[in-house]
């Protein structure tokens, strides 16, 4: 079963703007991942967040993480076409070393 | 350094047959997880392998089954194919299970279609 609620489940914007995704999650966590995947093809890594941690940049990727609400949200900023792809947040149970848990997901497609 | 690699990345299987996915993990890694991706879902886990031996294991059934190689290499192995086994099989490859909050590398994966 999956563990995450992504919202929404397909996003549709213009180059440029930014894009948010919203991942909800119903136990407790060591850490949430989000995950690039193109075409219905292997997943690429983009940042990882540790319970204990609130907010994380890399690039042009913003991911906030509220345990009190079980809900982390990723931001990508100034969008690309190459954006376009569907993304997907991930859990790591508490004492669930390496077992991720995924929601999902969501489908993003920029615009030229 | 080569990533993740899965073979084959594309099957075609008749249903009651029993396939084989192979996975070599990235360079330095020496744990292989397994994941099942239905169309429009997101990825489930199957199983995790450490050290030859399966260390846990999602909601699957025992018709699929596993195996990891001394050189971390791994393969997924589902007997008596139904046609809601098809689906993408991905691997994923990290460094020693035991360690928290590491990333996973995965493969491109195999799409798995039973006819």
């Known amino acids: 079963s999956q563990q995450g609620e992504e919202d929404p489940q397909a996003l549709s914007i213009q180059e440029g703007e930014n894009a948010t995704m919203n991942c909800s999650y119903k136990t407790s966590i060591n850490n949430l991942q989000w995950y690039r995947q193109n075409s219905g093809r292997g997943l690429v890594h983009l940042i990882l967040?540790?319970?204990?941690?609130r907010e994380k940049h890399s690039g042009r990727l913003r991911v906030t993480l509220d345990t009190s609400k079980k809900s982390s949200s990723l931001l990508i900023t100034a969008s690309r076409a190459a954006d376009t792809a569907s993304y997907f947040c991930a859990t790591e149970g508490a004492g669930n070393t390496g077992k991720l848990i995924f929601g999902q997901g969501t489908t993003l497609q920029v615009k030229p | 350094d080569a990533g993740v690699t899965q073979s084959p990345t594309h099957l075609i299987k008749t249903r009651g047959q029993q396939v084989t996915l192979r996975c070599s993990p990235k360079s330095g890694h020496d744990t292989v997880s397994w994941y099942q991706q239905a169309l429009g879902q997101g990825p489930q886990f199957i199983f995790q392998?450490?050290?030859?031996?399966?260390?846990q294991r999602g909601n699957f059934p025992d018709r699929f089954s596993g195996h990891q190689f001394p050189n971390y290499s791994s393969e997924l192995n589902v007997n008596a194919l139904l046609l809601g086994d098809s689906a993408l099989y991905l691997c994923?490859?990290?460094?020693?299970?035991?360690?928290?909050?590491?990333?996973?590398?995965f493969g491109q994966g195999t799409r798995l279609t039973v006819v």
């Open positions: 967040i540790r319970s204990n941690e």
């Open positions: 994923a490859s990290s460094l020693d299970y035991a360690r928290r909050d590491t990333e996973a590398f």
């Open positions: 392998y450490y050290e030859e031996e399966e260390r």
